[in-house]
């Protein structure tokens, strides 16, 4: 019997022949089948034999409002007929001038410049490069540091890389990495017993002060997840964090980077993450940060494109006869895709034309009814949320918090059966999590949970 070419089977069988994927140990695919998908359509994902799955995770947190979402996809083949691409040093496009337009406009009061990348990694690059630039710039050419948080991730090019805390990415690279200064989290699971998630910050606070005070006169810039640190296990934490780093970053002159590529466009409950730092009395609520990275949600899921944002003072800081050779020079051959800029801007009209943020708040609270009951899961140590991010933290003893030993690799159980059940769920190691795009129904979350929740209880098993 021969198989049809586009089987899943047969696609299976050619891509393990020539390709190599990221994140993936490849020889797990001996065993593990890898799953050829063909189409998509809202939250769902049709492979080659016409089995669909409920796409919990929004392909890596990147989709908003559905796969082949015809609202994006018109779009961008009107702009593909048009102009697909052009050099952006010396010639600029409408797609891009208004992108920058609308970024400026929905952000935080006070960015105004926007810098243009085509991936995370590459936005984080710009912020690093571009805030050790400014100090050098100014004369403080000894500020060469950066201080980032215990577990963070802001991805995995050298310098991205060199700013993330997590082992599994970090670790074989150490060699070739910048040695950032680390900042403990404040991670609302390490409380102490009995403390508030607001106290660890305040603790946190207290610990970053102390950092800044030996440390400021070397560091260009505190680089923070704002809310959530997303690729470090779903750890989430208080947003008074946020209004506290903005204090002492003023305080001790060194730039606050805000990477909202995971956290940005609505997942965290507002449009961006830093819109929810704890007002001081008599204050509007939020923070400006120096640097606002966005990627991932920025075209909805469609195609690979990055900004930073920021302030003028930075932007002035570069600004001179080309004789002082202070120009920032960083550039990308796609940098300001016309096809990448016209798809953000179709995303960004999704946000003005419909209620996305007031739906995502009845999707959230459905999500977190449906969730609570794990709680009593003698396995399941933790149940947080915030806004479409949710996670559990599946434990092997829940008293003491002690982890399943990672070899036993009890999420990649979950993840397997949620395949076999029609739903893509991929946990972050033991942490199962819950990231969907916000076309989600209620009866579609009710779906995923129970594949979870049934995937969990095989995999804390046995
Ligand atoms: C995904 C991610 C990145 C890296 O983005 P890529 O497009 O994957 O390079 C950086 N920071 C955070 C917080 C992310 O979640």
Same mark, same amino acid.
């Given at each position: 019997?021969?198989?049809?070419?586009?089987?899943?089977?047969?696609?299976?069988?050619? %891509?393990?022949? $020539? *390709?190599?994927?990221?994140?993936?140990?490849?020889? %797990?695919?001996?065993?593990?089948?890898?799953?050829?998908?063909?189409?998509?359509?809202? /939250?769902?994902?049709?492979? !080659?034999?016409?089995?669909?799955?409920?796409?919990?995770?929004?392909?890596?947190?990147?989709?908003?409002?559905? $796969?082949?979402?015809?609202?994006?996809?018109? @779009?961008?083949?009107?702009?593909?007929?048009?102009?697909?691409?052009?050099?952006?040093?010396?010639?600029?496009?409408?797609?891009?001038?208004?992108? @920058?337009?609308?970024?400026?406009?929905?952000?935080?009061?006070?960015?105004?410049?926007?810098?243009?990348?085509?991936?995370?990694? /590459? #936005?984080?690059?710009?912020?690093?490069?571009?805030?050790?630039?400014?100090?050098?710039?100014?004369?403080?050419?000894?500020?060469?540091?950066?201080?980032? *948080?215990?577990?963070?991730?802001?991805?995995?090019?050298?310098?991205?890389?060199?700013?993330?805390?997590? /082992?599994?990415?970090?670790?074989?690279?150490?060699?070739?990495?910048?040695?950032?200064?680390?900042?403990?989290?404040?991670?609302?699971?390490?409380?102490?017993?009995?403390?508030?998630?607001?106290?660890?910050?305040?603790?946190?606070?207290?610990?970053?002060?102390?950092?800044?005070?030996?440390? !400021?006169?070397?560091?260009?810039?505190?680089?923070?997840?704002?809310?959530?640190?997303?690729?470090?296990?779903?750890?989430?934490?208080?947003?008074?964090?946020?209004?506290?780093?903005?204090?002492?970053?003023?305080?001790?002159?060194?730039?606050?980077?805000?990477?909202?590529?995971?956290?940005?466009?609505?997942?965290?409950?507002?449009?961006?993450?830093?819109?929810?730092?704890?007002?001081?009395?008599?204050?509007? @609520?939020?923070?400006?940060?120096?640097?606002?990275?966005?990627?991932?949600?920025?075209?909805?899921?469609?195609?690979?494109?990055?900004?930073? *944002?920021?302030?003028? %003072?930075?932007?002035?800081?570069?600004?001179?006869?080309?004789?002082?050779?202070?120009?920032?020079?960083?550039?990308?051959?796609?940098?300001?895709?016309?096809?990448?800029?016209?798809?953000?801007?179709?995303?960004?009209?999704?946000?003005?034309?419909?209620?996305?943020?007031?739906?995502?708040?009845?999707?959230?609270?459905?999500?977190?009814?449906?969730? #609570?009951?794990?709680?009593?899961?003698?396995?399941?140590?933790?149940?947080?949320?915030?806004?479409?991010?949710?996670?559990?933290?599946?434990?092997?003893?829940?008293?003491?918090?002690?982890?399943?030993?990672?070899?036993?690799?009890?999420?990649?159980?979950?993840?397997?059966?949620?395949?076999?059940?029609?739903?893509?769920?991929?946990?972050?190691?033991?942490?199962?999590?819950?990231?969907?795009?916000?076309?989600?129904?209620?009866?579609?979350?009710?779906?995923?949970?129970?594949?979870?929740?049934?995937?969990?209880?095989?995999?804390?098993?046995?």
């Amino acid at each position: 019997m021969t198989l049809p070419a586009s089987s899943n089977v047969a696609l299976a069988a050619r %891509d393990l022949k $020539h *390709l190599w994927h990221p994140c993936t140990q490849m020889h %797990d695919h001996e065993r593990i089948p890898m799953v050829p998908i063909v189409r998509g359509e809202g /939250a769902w994902l049709i492979d !080659a034999d016409g089995r669909r799955y409920l796409d919990g995770i929004s392909s890596w947190w990147t989709n908003l409002f559905g $796969h082949a979402n015809p609202r994006i996809a018109a @779009a961008l083949a009107a702009q593909a007929h048009t102009l697909e691409h052009v050099i952006f040093a010396g010639f600029t496009h409408e797609p891009a001038i208004e992108l @920058a337009e609308e970024l400026v406009r929905i952000s935080p009061p006070g960015l105004e410049r926007v810098f243009l990348a085509d991936n995370g990694s /590459a #936005a984080i690059e710009v912020a690093l490069k571009m805030s050790f630039h400014y100090w050098l710039n100014l004369g403080h050419g000894e500020k060469t540091r950066f201080i980032a *948080l215990s577990g963070s991730y802001h991805g995995e090019t050298l310098g991205a890389l060199s700013v993330s805390d997590v /082992a599994l990415y970090r670790k074989t690279y150490a060699p070739l990495l910048l040695t950032p200064i680390l900042a403990p989290s404040p991670d609302s699971y390490e409380a102490e017993p009995g403390e508030s998630p607001e106290n660890v910050a305040t603790r946190r606070l207290g610990e970053l002060r102390a950092l800044l005070e030996r440390h !400021a006169h070397e560091t260009c810039a505190v680089i923070v997840e704002p809310l959530v640190q997303c690729a470090g296990g779903m750890r989430m934490y208080h947003p008074s964090y946020l209004a506290g780093l903005r204090a002492l970053c003023d305080e001790f002159a060194v730039h606050f980077i805000a990477d909202e590529i995971a956290v940005g466009f609505g997942r965290t409950g507002t449009l961006f993450a830093c819109e929810q730092a704890c007002p001081e009395p008599g204050r509007r @609520a939020g923070v400006t940060p120096d640097f606002l990275c966005l990627s991932k949600g920025l075209t909805g899921g469609f195609l690979p494109l990055s900004a930073v *944002l920021t302030t003028h %003072d930075v932007y002035a800081a570069f600004y001179a006869e080309y004789s002082a050779g202070k120009a920032f020079l960083h550039s990308h051959s796609y940098t300001g895709n016309p096809l990448a800029c016209r798809v953000a801007l179709e995303t960004l009209a999704i946000f003005r034309d419909e209620p996305v943020l007031e739906r995502n708040r009845l999707l959230a609270a459905h999500l977190a009814a449906r969730l #609570a009951p794990l709680r009593e899961h003698p396995h399941v140590a933790d149940v947080r949320q915030c806004g479409m991010i949710a996670a559990i933290e599946l434990v092997a003893d829940k008293a003491a918090r002690r982890p399943f030993p990672t070899a036993e690799r009890r999420g990649l159980r979950v993840y397997l059966h949620g395949l076999q059940h029609g739903a893509l769920l991929r946990p972050l190691g033991d942490v199962v999590y819950f990231m969907p795009p916000y076309v989600v129904t209620a009866q579609e979350i009710d779906q995923l949970v129970d594949v979870a929740i049934a995937g969990i209880e095989r995999a804390v098993h046995g």
